[in-house]
């Protein structure tokens, strides 16, 4: 059984920058890509990126281009998305999540932007 757990969260200015994390705990040998997406209240579910398993192949949503990285560490099994100039409207939970039938995510970080 999977299991995610999302880390980095905080409260920040509009321009700050955060760092969250995602520790992805899996039985050897499982390949897959993982993302992150956001849920922000009252708004619907936005997927925020997704990386491969080899880490060439990203996509991200139009409203974070330039702005948030996502990267993947597979030795230490962990996907880090990189946010600077952060907005107002990127406050949201953030959750990682396996690409994978049947998906799975974790419990959520807090992220609040203050403009």
């Known amino acids: 059984q999977v299991q995610l757990v999302e880390s980095g969260g905080g409260s920040v200015q509009a321009g700050e920058s955060l760092r969250l994390s995602c520790a992805v705990s899996d039985r050897p040998g499982r390949v897959y890509d993982l993302g992150w997406y956001r849920r922000a209240p009252g708004k619907e579910r936005e997927v925020v990126a997704i990386?491969?398993?080899?880490?060439?192949?990203?996509i991200y949503a139009d409203s974070v281009k330039g702005r948030f990285t996502v990267s993947r560490d597979n030795t230490k099994k962990t996907v880090t998305l990189q946010m600077n100039r952060l907005e107002g409207e990127d406050t949201a939970i953030y959750y990682c999540?396996?690409?994978?039938?049947?998906?799975?995510w974790g419990p959520g970080i807090q992220v609040t932007v203050s403009s």
């Open positions: 999540f396996t690409v994978t039938q049947p998906g799975a």
């Open positions: 990386i491969s398993w080899t880490g060439d192949r990203i």
